[in-house]
Structures are given as structure tokens and as C-alpha cells.
């Protein structure tokens, strides 16, 4: 069975209908606005089907979103990575793409609002700084933010599916490097060392890897769906479907574990007594509103697994290492057969499938994201998702991109690798070459303690930006160890401030995209260690994870300096140690031609 489907992922459906239905429930109570994000109340990336009301109601699938329906006006807000996907899954005669962070919701609602407009919004959907954000935005203009009791897009979705139940799995404590009592406890302690008496935790990778558990209510994402509030004595009270935990997941939760009905998180934070440490960034807005309602004492802080979570240690990273190892050796064997195959005989979805079936050789028990397959123009959509609908035959001279991930049992892997079918095409040497020089310059800097991602997005760009060119997405994101594959805090991002960290673990994924034309990305995974540096001062830098080789015949030699060669060659030395001891001989001869060195000649 496929890990991936080719279905139209917002499933089709009248969305004129739709939208004519919300409007009428709009008017019934009274609104001027309603607005749909892409989040749930969890703030994930993915979302259940149940959740996935931004796609339901308009048609758009990206993973970041949202959209503000008026009497007359109906915008999808989306940034750099979806304002070419947009267009083509959204009926253009009833919804209007908008430009976002460039233009502000609280400036569209200003503008699109009568004096007096009341704009409504599901309060377990957004975050406090989100409200608090927009509702500083519209002092003055008249427009007013109405918290909701029932999510309206709900009230309208007929045959809204049921919320998941799927099983959870114990994550090995020898995979976790430490065990969920041991976490429990050290978290508790930092609670107690700030005077707070409790924490809700409501990011489901948080409260997953603090009780070294895994589950399967999301593809693709190894979490359990729920909340937790974790007391300064460590305990926890954990609202799940009971359905989730067998008798032994629950032994291994142990007697200071107390899992609850999801329902009763309501009632339960009533009687908390204070100070409870909420996360603005990412706790609902609804459980701040319970908190405050009830007379409790609210701490905006940071969710306190997030940081720690972000430290991998020496367990987690030889998992890591290991995970990569046998992905490389998947995708070292996709690229080989690829370069085999008449181009023309193939389709994106026989390339997904092949990748499949290859990574499931290797143990993978899920992909970690949808395989992004895009052949020729398609390869210029960012996030682009292959669909029955969409899938194109790979063509001579075409570049295919293909940014996809493994989720192993004791590691997570994200890779991209753009390849030239058959002979490069002149255009793209260019840009692959400094997309090339962007992703060698981050995966070499050395960086003083307390330096941020946005200290270092720069490097991967400078190159590009030398030929006028950029993209419009971030350099990097965090990733889990066994866990979500866009992991916070970090990111490497020009708006990023989280300071790097030895243990965190990243991406290095700059590129190129020509819409109509082709895309260019490629993409390994970094991690953060200590580099050597004078007496008295600390300095930090990245060891790559990644083992795969990029393509070398999409490179202009001379454009690259010495170093750069010999970082390139080092680097396919290394892939080719690891990876040739265990590939058969068609294979291993592959390799050697894919990985021979630069400097050479």
C-alpha cells in the first residue's frame, strides 16, 4: 500500500456552495467576517481530516493559511511557497489569492469592513499573540474581533469526518536517551525554578517526546493528538481518547500519568490554581479565556518541552545518523535506476512509488511528508503535491525535484535532490550553481555562540542575490528526532531570533524557481556541534547528516573557489564510505561516477 495518495487532497466539492452556506450562517449571527485558518487547535503543520476546514472550504491545500470571508469578498491569505498552487486549486471566480504577510489581515478587515464590522473567529484556532496582534492592529478602525462558541465552518460542513483514534507506540528509552519520568521530572523542576505551578502543554511533538510515546492519528506526523497539563510535582494529566492506549502503553505511562477525556480539559483548567505557564505562540486563545475567566493566575511563557525537545542528545543523534544511512542508500538507488530509465516511460507518481517502495526496503514506517515530485514546470510549485490530476511524464531535459523524507523508527529524514534528465539544460546551470554555493557556504559557517538562524539566512542567498535572483521561503526549519519532520523553535530564516544550539537539528534547503519553467532545491540536513576556537571563546558550526550525492553535471566547475571544491568533494567521500559497503555492484558503480571528485582534472 502507498504511503502517499494521488487524490485530489481537498477531496473536490461544491466550494461556491460551501461558501454561499457559511455566508448565510454568517448573516444569521450576525457577522460581517468570519475567519478560516489552516491550524487546529494544536497549531500543526498537518491536520486531521476533520480539521482541514481551509481546504474544505475553498479548495487550497497548503500547509500554512488562511482565508476571511466577507458578505462580497472571500481572500486565501498565503505566502512566498503557495502563491503559484493557489491559483490552481482555488476557484478564481470566488476566491481572491492575497498576498500575506504583506498585507495584513487586520489592514484587509479595515478596509473590507463597515464602521462597526464584527469579524468572528473559533478562539481554539489562534493563538493569544495572534489575537492579541490583530486586535491591537484594528484599535481605532471600528472592527471588532468576536470570539466564537461554535467553530461556523463546522456549523456548515455536513459530513464533517470523526476526530482520529489512532494507536500509540512506545518509543524506546534507548532511542530516547532518557526516560519520560527522568523528563517529567527535569521539567517540572525548570517550573518550580520560575514559581509556576503548572503548564499546559498543547503541542502534540511536545507532549510525544516528553512521555517518549509515538502515535498514528496524523499521516506522516508520529504523534499522539492531545493536551497535557504537566504540575511542578510531574505530574501529568493527559487528555486523549482512552482508545489510543493499550494496557501496556498505559504501564509505561505509569501511575503519575492520568489520561482524561479530551472533553474534560475545560472544566479540568478551571481548577488549576495559578500560575499556569501558557505559550502565546501556540497555546489556544480559548484556554487562555478559561483561565482568566476563572480568576487564575496566567504566565506567558515558552512551552517548556520545546527547547529541550530542540537539544537532541547523543541517542537521539546516533538514531538520527543511523535513519540517515539507510535513507541514502534508498535514494542512492532511486537516482541510479532513474538514470537507467528512458525518461520518457515514466511519470512523477512511478518515481513516488518507486521512492516508496525503496525506503519501506530500508524499514521506513511512513514517508514524513508528501513526497514533493515536480518534473519540469512543476518543479517550480515549492510545495507542490503530485495528484492523478497533475502527474506529468518526465521528459529529456527536463530537471526533476524531489524533496521527500522517511519517518523511521529511530530517526526522521527530509532530503531534496534536483537532477537533470539526461543532458542539463543550459538555463539552469547557472542557478543550480549558486543554489550549489548557498547551501556549501551555510553547511561551512562557524558562528559564535548566541547567533541566530536570521544571522546566517544570508549565506545561502548571497549568491543568488549576486544574479538578482532569491526564493521566497526560508532557508531552514527544525527537525525531530523520530518525530515531525518541521519541528520548532528554530529555523533559519531571516525573522528568526532563537539562538543555535549544540544538538539542534536542521534544515539547508536554499533554491531556485522559474515558474513554467523548472525549480531548483537541494537539501540536507544539518546539526549543530561545537567547532574549534580560540581559548575563552565558544564557537559552533554544523556536521552534515544527509548522505546522498548532488548532481554534478547541473554545475559550472569554474564557477566554484577551492574551498567550495574541496567541501563538495569531501562530502561525496564521505557519502561514498558510507553508503558503497552495502549496494550491489550496478548500484555501487553508480555511485562511484556520481560521486567522483570535482578537483579532479
Not at 145 to 161: S, T
Not at 222 to 236: E, R, T
Not at 404 to 409: F, K, L, M, P, V
Not at 444 to 459: I, K, M, S, T, Y
Request: glycine share 10%.
Amino acid at each position: 500500500m502507498s504511503f502517499q495518495t494521488f487524490d485530489d487532497p481537498a477531496g473536490g466539492g461544491d466550494h461556491a456552495a460551501r461558501l454561499t452556506a457559511l455566508r448565510a450562517l454568517m448573516a444569521a449571527q450576525g457577522l460581517d467576517a468570519v475567519i478560516v485558518p489552516r491550524a487546529d487547535a494544536h497549531q500543526g503543520e498537518y491536520v486531521a481530516d476533520a480539521d482541514a476546514r481551509l481546504a474544505w472550504l475553498t479548495g487550497f491545500t497548503g500547509s500554512a493559511g488562511f482565508a476571511i470571508v466577507t458578505v462580497d469578498r472571500a481572500g486565501v491569505f498565503i505566502d512566498g511557497r503557495y502563491r503559484v498552487q493557489v491559483r490552481s486549486q482555488i476557484d478564481l471566480s470566488h476566491f481572491t489569492p492575497v498576498h500575506w504577510p504583506e498585507t495584513r489581515p487586520s489592514a484587509w478587515l479595515t478596509e473590507a469592513l463597515p464602521q462597526g464590522g464584527r469579524a468572528g473567529f473559533d478562539p481554539w484556532l489562534h493563538t493569544r499573540r495572534e489575537i492579541s496582534g490583530m486586535e491591537a492592529a484594528l484599535q481605532g478602525s471600528g472592527v471588532a474581533l468576536i470570539a466564537l462558541e461554535q467553530n461556523p465552518v463546522d456549523a456548515v460542513w455536513p459530513d464533517r469526518p470523526a476526530a482520529p483514534v489512532g494507536p500509540a507506540r512506545i518509543h524506546p528509552d534507548d532511542l530516547a536517551g532518557e526516560s519520560a519520568a527522568q523528563k517529567r521530572a527535569r521539567l517540572a523542576a525548570d517550573l518550580r525554578a520560575e514559581g509556576h505551578a503548572a503548564a499546559l502543554l498543547t503541542l502534540p511533538d511536545s507532549i510525544s517526546w516528553l512521555l517518549n510515546i509515538r502515535g498514528s492519528d496524523l499521516p506522516k506526523n508520529p504523534v499522539v493528538q492531545s493536551f497535557a497539563v504537566l504540575s511542578d510535582s510531574g505530574q501529568l494529566a493527559l487528555f486523549a481518547d482512552a482508545a489510543k492506549f493499550d494496557d501496556t502503553l498505559r504501564a509505561h505511562l505509569g501511575n503519575e500519568v492520568h489520561v482524561l477525556p479530551p472533553d474534560a480539559l475545560g472544566a479540568a483548567l478551571t481548577d488549576l490554581e495559578g500560575p499556569v505557564r501558557l505559550d502565546p505562540g501556540s497555546a489556544p486563545e480559548a484556554a487562555f479565556r478559561i483561565l482568566e475567566a476563572a480568576g487564575t493566575d496566567v504566565a506567558s511563557g515558552p512551552d517548556p518541552a520545546v527547547l529541550p525537545k530542540a537539544r537532541k542528545n547523543a541517542a537521539e543523534l546516533a538514531g538520527m545518523r543511523a535513519a540517515h544511512a539507510r535513507d541514502g542508500l534508498a535514494m542512492v538507488r532511486l537516482l541510479s535506476w532513474l538514470d537507467r530509465q528512458d525518461p520518457a516511460t515514466l511519470t512523477e507518481i512511478d518515481v513516488v512509488r518507486h521512492l516508496e517502495d525503496l525506503r519501506r526496503d530500508q524499514g521506513a514506517l511512513d514517508i514524513s511528508f508528501d513526497t514533493i515530485m515536480g518534473a519540469g514546470p512543476n518543479g517550480a510549485v515549492v510545495h507542490y503535491r503530485v495528484t492523478h490530476a497533475t502527474n506529468r511524464r518526465l521528459a529529456p531535459g527536463d530537471l526533476l525535484l524531489i524533496d521527500s523524507g522517511g519517518q523511521y523508527a529511530d530517526g526522521t529524514t527530509d532530503i531534496t535532490r534536483t537532477v537533470a534528465l539526461g543532458p542539463a539544460r543550459p538555463d539552469a546551470v547557472a542557478p543550480f550553481t549558486a543554489v550549489l554555493r548557498g547551501m556549501i557556504a551555510l553547511s561551512r559557517a562557524r558562528f559564535p555562540q548566541g547567533v541566530a538562524g536570521g544571522h546566517l539566512d544570508a549565506l545561502a542567498r548571497q549568491f543568488l542575490w549576486a544574479l538578482g535572483l532569491d526564493f521566497d521561503h526560508g532557508t531552514g526549519h527544525g527537525v525531530g528526532a523520530a518525530l515531525c519532520v518541521h519541528e520548532g523553535p528554530v529555523r533559519i530564516s531571516r525573522v528568526s531570533d532563537m539562538a543555535l544550539e549544540t544538538g539542534m537539528i536542521l534544515s539547508n534547503e536554499p533554491g531556485y524557481y522559474r515558474e513554467g519553467s523548472f525549480g531548483i532545491r537541494i537539501e540536507n540536513l544539518i546539526v549543530v556541534t561545537e567547532a574549534d576556537a580560540e581559548p575563552g571563546r565558544r564557537m559552533l558550526g554544523f556536521d552534515t547528516l544527509t548522505l546522498c550525492p548532488i548532481d554534478s553535471r547541473l554545475i559550472d566547475r569554474d564557477a566554484l573557489s577551492s574551498d567550495e571544491i574541496a567541501w563538495f568533494d569531501a562530502y561525496h567521500a564521505t557519502v561514498w564510505d558510507a553508503l558503497s559497503p552495502h549496494l550491489d555492484a550496478a548500484d555501487r558503480d553508480w555511485l562511484a561516477a556520481a560521486t567522483a571528485p570535482l578537483g579532479r582534472a
